[in-house]
């Protein structure tokens, strides 16, 4: 760990000229453990809470060339959502008018809270905030909580496991834009946690629900149920750039049937496509299809790059699959994995991963401070920049903290 750090360090301090310019105007360093404690800011998609919201949150969506790039973005996004909203409310009336995602983000933050003020006290009090990319609460009035509250030390922590430059790297993306709007003087000293896909206790938690689904299905036939990961798709004019997220994605499966000891069979798929061009297959809908006809019966569908339910698991796997799958595709035995949302393990996951982040005293991964190999986005570039300029920061502070 200690070799990461100082290489870490090394290339901050090795960096081209744009990671130099930034780093000369990073905000002052602050302990990672500083008096006034740590705000823990979890960054996600986020989801309209009521049927009102559907068309700002896709209006916000279809806007972000970072998740679905497509050509005139500023006037054929607008009307994409416009046109789409009617569906798209249908289908969040039909899981109860609103997405849980806040619900859920904010139950786990303060669950986070309780256990990281009795597992890390010298970095106590923390304060978990909730920043949204496309609905309430967005990213400035995360930024504008945290000062609010009187914190100079902040986490983005990601509750995408899997990083993405659609996903994360657009919510840090934006975090960077709003810091340099409303924390111009750098009064908060911020660090990234930008991914987590085969974290221990992640593992465990993703594998304590598959096996409280497994139970659910008669002894005689458990041992052959076919699990189904599925995962949001991504463009694959995305992934040809260089983005991570599918292997990424992969590791995770890899990891928890690994624990799981590989005692069943199993695929990867893809969900949630839009539009006619190309994204990452197979498809879901069409896996389930497919096994339908070769005669399975019994298929655990489990949503392995969600940490909370929303309408992809609620609408899209339940409602919209589910039924097809059991009226036209065969599949009487399709069942779900329950999300991950307040399973206790998912917290303890959370929680170590921050704890070990703070004790490391690193702004940004190498794996962050790397662009895309294809990505010519200034914004991406200027984002990565931004954070890694804070690694040499931190490790002063932590080098004086220990000498003291």
């Not at 206790?201 to 041992?223: G, S, T």
């Not at 992934?239 to 599918?246: A, F, L, T």
């Not at 928890?256 to 994204?279: E, I």
Request: some cysteine; aromatic content about 8%; proline content about 6%.
């Amino acid at each position: 760990m200690l070799q990461a750090v100082i290489a870490a360090s090394a290339r901050a301090r090795a960096a081209p000229a744009v990671f130099r310019l930034l780093s000369t105007a990073a905000p002052a360093a602050a302990a990672s453990n500083s008096k006034n404690g740590t705000a823990i800011v979890l960054m996600n998609m986020g989801g309209p809470a009521t049927l009102d919201e559907v068309e700002p949150f896709l209006g916000r969506l279809f806007g972000d060339p970072d998740i679905i790039p497509i050509p005139f973005q500023s006037k054929l996004g607008p009307w994409i959502a416009k046109n789409r909203t009617p569906k798209i409310k249908n289908q969040y009336a039909q899981i109860g008018g609103g997405s849980p995602i806040r619900m859920w983000t904010e139950k786990q933050g303060q669950m986070l809270e309780r256990l990281l003020d009795e597992t890390s006290p010298e970095t106590a009090p923390h304060k978990s905030f909730v920043a949204f990319r496309y609905a309430a609460p967005l990213t400035d009035a995360a930024v504008r909580a945290v000062q609010d509250a009187g914190f100079t030390r902040a986490v983005a922590f990601t509750q995408y496991p899997q990083y993405s430059c659609s996903t994360t790297g657009s919510s840090l993306n934006e975090l960077h834009r709003q810091l340099r709007v409303h924390d111009k003087d750098g009064t908060i000293q911020w660090s990234v946690i930008d991914r987590w896909p085969t974290h221990p206790k992640l593992v465990d938690a993703f594998l304590d629900r598959i096996q409280a689904a497994l139970q659910q299905y008669p002894e005689n036939e458990r041992d052959s149920v076919v699990i189904v990961f599925s995962a949001h798709s991504l463009p694959m004019t995305v992934i040809e750039r260089g983005d991570p997220y599918v292997h990424e994605v992969a590791a995770t499966v890899q990891a928890v049937m690994d624990k799981l000891g590989h005692t069943h069979p199993y695929r990867l798929a893809w969900q949630s496509k839009v539009g006619p061009r190309a994204w990452m297959g197979p498809q879901t809908a069409d896996v389930l299809e497919a096994l339908g006809k070769k005669g399975h019966k019994n298929v655990l569908l489990v949503p392995i790059a969600f940490t909370s339910d929303h309408i992809e698991t609620l609408f899209e796997l339940d409602i919209e699959y589910g039924t097809e799958a059991r009226e036209k595709w065969g599949l009487t035995g399709l069942k779900r994995a329950e999300s991950l949302n307040d399973s206790p393990i998912f917290i303890e996951a959370m929680a170590d991963v921050v704890k070990a982040h703070l004790a490391r005293n690193v702004a940004a991964s190498p794996l962050l401070q790397l662009q895309c190999p294809m990505c010519t986005k200034e914004s991406c570039r200027d984002a990565k920049a931004y954070f890694a300029a804070h690694n040499a920061a931190l490790q002063a502070k932590a080098k004086e903290s220990a000498s003291a």
